[in-house]
């Protein structure tokens, strides 16, 4: 059987597409991830992205996501963005629209074009409060740097929900990270009952950070928007960036622009482009 796809990437946060619009999402959507998204052995991503028909009124089309293990996650920065653009090159109806409405597990999002294949998301608001992660045996918030115990070793951490969770903590050096090592510590902790996505952030300035963050279910990965998003609103609560200003988040696999106003609202601005159009044998 053969199952056409496209490969898109944003800062290098690789997805698989399928347009699922007419059909829905395959019932073995989790053995396809588990399938396709092995590096050097299949198409290779951190996962696969469906492209739905839209749930609610007005809206141009649904993401759902899910991670290279099979596991759906509910919102994805860099892989909403690539949706947005999918819709602009695969659908003549939507080729001129901006901005475009597109639903996710974690509510509609609006993304507005702000030049060649670069978009703006609007990722609405966070959370430090424990029952939104959810998180436990912490408090219940808000969890901004409070101790969390990993390994032997005692790190300050700020817990974010942007719609997903979120562990974030600054460190000296992220290039010094053994990531491999730790990541499925912070990712598994018991503190954390469905589990966290962890960002480890290096402080340049108060407008320009680094970042490498290990994904829930894909392990590293060379970007994460709502990682990204998250690491922001850590650095505002703790008093290191400042809010209604733009901050440029290096990542692996690129850079991308977070902006937070004075009312929590988050912005997002980033890359999506289209890698290849294929065809896997399933």
């Known amino acids: 059987m053969q199952l056409r796809f496209t490969k898109m990437q944003g800062c290098a946060n690789d997805y698989i597409y399928l347009d699922c619009r007419a059909n829905g999402v395959p019932e073995n959507i989790a053995a396809l991830c588990r399938a396709l998204s092995p590096r050097h052995f299949a198409v290779g991503a951190d996962g696969i992205i469906c492209i739905c028909a839209p749930e609610t009124p007005g809206a141009d089309a649904t993401m759902r996501m899910y991670n290279a293990d099979g596991s759906e996650g509910k919102m994805c920065g860099n892989g909403i963005r690539c949706v947005a653009q999918w819709l602009r090159e695969h659908e003549p ?63 300050n951490v700020t817990c974010i929900s942007v719609g997903n969770p979120h562990c974030v903590t600054i460190v000296r050096d992220t290039g010094a990270l053994k990531l491999e090592e730790i990541g499925p510590a912070f990712e598994k902790h018991e503190n954390f009952p469905e589990q966290i996505n962890t960002e480890f952030v290096q402080v340049i300035d108060a407008t320009h950070l680094k970042m490498r963050v290990w994904e829930r279910g894909s392990g590293e990965t060379y970007a994460c928007g709502t990682g990204t998003c998250a690491t922001v609103a850590a650095m505002i609560e703790q008093g290191v960036c400042p809010r209604e200003a733009d901050v440029s988040v290096q990542l692996l696999g690129g ?17 999506a482009k289209t890698v290849y159009e294929g065809v896997a044998e399933i």
């Open 93 to 155: 109806a939507l080729a001129q629209k901006s901005p475009l409405e597109i639903d996710t597990r974690s509510g509609r999002k609006t993304l507005t074009a702000r030049g060649e294949g670069v978009w703006q998301v609007e990722m609405g608001s966070y959370s430090t409060y424990a029952a939104d992660l959810p998180a436990q045996n912490m408090g219940e918030g808000p969890l901004v740097n409070v101790p969390l115990a990993v390994q032997g070793q005692t790190w």
């Open 255 to 271: 850079t991308l622009t977070i902006r937070i106003d004075a009312d929590g609202q988050i912005r997002m601005t980033g890359p």
